[in-house]
């Protein structure tokens, strides 16, 4: 089992009040957030003291609107050479983090009551953040996670028949939070091509790309189709550090223009400016590669300890894939056991998962369904977590847990 490099981990505890998540919470799986012992604070601290003595007092100003240009040219760099793409510091605008992307693109592309094509499951926090700027999401296809070129045609003709109008498709083919799969190569050209025959944006979120197990992903949607129609969101808060609170949007020149334009950057400038600065020196370092095959290996492991425990389950009927990356488990329960049972019976026995109604973005959906993550905790607590998990399914399907 990897041990966290103690030349960049941070300790696992810290002091009230100071994260969102406290890591003593108990075996809580349904954070899907970095595991505090494997945040590089050291790593984090070297680069951004070059930013800084780098840059001297402009690294502390408002920085440009669109995010300081060294910054735009790592991300633009990172990005394209991660998703085989081809684009540049012009196509990048700088961001605090994906939500504040997606908010940006909600400001940007919606219109009240439009509508926004989404997967089956979906990440919660994006549909709240849709229902908060006033869109409507409308789950596409009959599969959790990949939607067929037919089933969106379908959907988006049928909306605009009955007058409604798609500000864009949000979709997330790597990785999938909740499910944790990902689409091949021809799923996603499918999509992608069928998106721009409707003349339809694509806003493709994929902040788990570098956490992979095994093979690189396929390309990513925005490397299959070109910028504007198709828009990336990305992060480095699931790879480097959330508190840095660094992503960006790639999207090619019109759209950064646009956005750059806006009156909150005119007013405060680029976001997260020193943070940026010092990601731009991080990911052009030879650290970065090491730290992320440092990652793959503690995630990797965490997710067989999770899996392993959860075995038992398969017998009463709960059924789920093993993701080749990203945070999450998505746990299919069968013989009509509910996700409220579920839940109920693993808070008794220890462990919290999340029901599955929140990553659906139709009323009623997801009673069968619950998302568990496996990036917060050491393998430990994760098999403890596990096999309460597997306790619960069981005795929630009416067989004895002690057998």
Request: one cysteine or more; a positive charge; glycine letters at 10%.
């Amino acid at each position: 089992m990897i041990t966290p490099d103690p030349r960049t981990a941070c300790p696992s505890g810290g002091t009230p009040g100071i994260a969102q998540v406290e890591s003593d919470d108990g075996l809580d799986l349904r954070v899907g957030q970095p595991a505090p012992a494997l945040l590089p604070t050291d790593l984090v601290a070297r680069h951004q003291a070059v930013a800084l003595d780098r840059y001297g007092p402009a690294a502390l100003a408002y920085g440009a609107n669109a995010g300081p240009l060294p910054a735009r040219e790592a991300l633009a760099a990172w990005t394209a050479g991660a998703e085989d793409g081809h684009w540049t510091a012009r196509d990048v605008f700088v961001t605090a983090g994906a939500s504040h992307a997606l908010a940006l693109l909600c400001e940007e592309l919606g219109t009240p009551d439009a509508r926004v094509l989404v997967q089956r499951a979906s990440y919660s926090v994006a549909l709240d953040l849709f229902r908060r700027h006033r869109l409507r999401p409308l789950p596409v296809g009959a599969d959790d996670c990949v939607p067929t070129a037919a089933e969106l045609t379908a959907s988006v003709r049928a909306a605009r028949r009955a007058g409604e109008r798609i500000a864009f498709a949000y979709l997330q083919p790597t990785f999938h939070n909740p499910t944790g799969r990902t689409w091949t190569t021809a799923q996603r050209q499918a999509v992608v091509e069928a998106c721009a025959d409707l003349g339809v944006t694509v806003v493709e979120d994929d902040p788990y790309r570098e956490v992979h197990f095994g093979d690189r992903p396929p390309p990513s949607l925005a490397a299959l189709g070109p910028l504007g129609p198709v828009i990336g969101v990305r992060t480095l808060s699931k790879v480097l550090a959330p508190g840095l609170r660094v992503g960006c949007v790639v999207g090619g020149a019109a759209l950064r223009a646009r956005l750059e334009r806006a009156p909150l950057f005119a007013s405060g400038g680029g976001m997260a400016h020193i943070g940026a600065l010092t990601a731009a020196s991080l990911l052009a370092s030879p650290a970065f590669p090491a730290h992320l095959r440092h990652l793959r290996v503690a995630y990797r492991e965490r997710r067989d300890a999770l899996l392993g425990a959860l075995a038992p389950a398969a017998g009463a009927g709960a059924r789920w894939e093993r993701p080749d990356g990203g945070f999450f488990v998505w746990l299919r329960l069968g013989g009509g056991v509910l996700a409220d049972t579920v839940e109920k019976l693993s808070v008794r026995y220890g462990a919290q998962v999340l029901h599955g109604a929140p990553c659906r973005a139709r009323l009623g959906d997801g009673r069968q369904a619950v998302r568990v993550s496996y990036s917060m905790h050491p393998v430990p607590a994760l098999t403890t977590a596990g096999q309460a998990l597997a306790r619960a399914v069981t005795e929630a399907s009416g067989r004895n847990p002690s057998r």
